[in-house]
């Protein structure tokens, strides 16, 4: 499966960003979907994941704020972010997970770069 995702910007402390991650080549419906974020020196970082029911997970420090939800006539997952923090500031990777299990071998998209000023 092919993953590309737009989205990313520039905002302030507070605000809001909608993340978009495009699928195509493979049945959307058969993946998990999810994003993981990663900053310069560290590992990548799950924030959260949707299965094709709609079932979705959460990394604590997103939960309240984020919104990950998918669109399987358009083969598209979103990751709605809301009252952003500085420390959310990160390039944002769009992954998909064959199947049932949210767990590797990961396809992944580009990633877009989020950064929130304070």
């Known amino acids: 499966v092919q993953l590309q995702a737009s989205g990313g910007g520039l905002v302030q402390a507070g605000g809001s960003l909608r993340l978009s991650c495009a699928a195509s080549?493979?049945?959307?419906?058969?993946?998990?979907m999810g994003w993981f974020r990663q900053t310069p020196g560290k590992e990548r970082e799950f924030v959260a994941a949707?299965?094709?029911?709609?079932?979705?997970y959460y990394v604590d420090s997103v939960k309240g704020r984020f919104i990950i939800s998918r669109d399987n006539a358009k083969n598209t997952v979103y990751l709605q972010m809301s009252s952003l923090k500085p420390e959310d500031t990160a390039v944002y990777y769009c992954?998909?997970?064959?199947?049932?299990?949210?767990?590797?071998?990961?396809?992944w998209g580009q990633g877009t770069q989020v950064t929130v000023s304070s």
């Open positions: 992954a998909a997970a064959y199947g049932s299990s949210w767990s590797p071998p990961y396809y």
């Open positions: 080549g493979r049945t959307f419906s058969n993946y998990a």
């Open positions: 949707i299965w094709s029911g709609g079932s979705t």
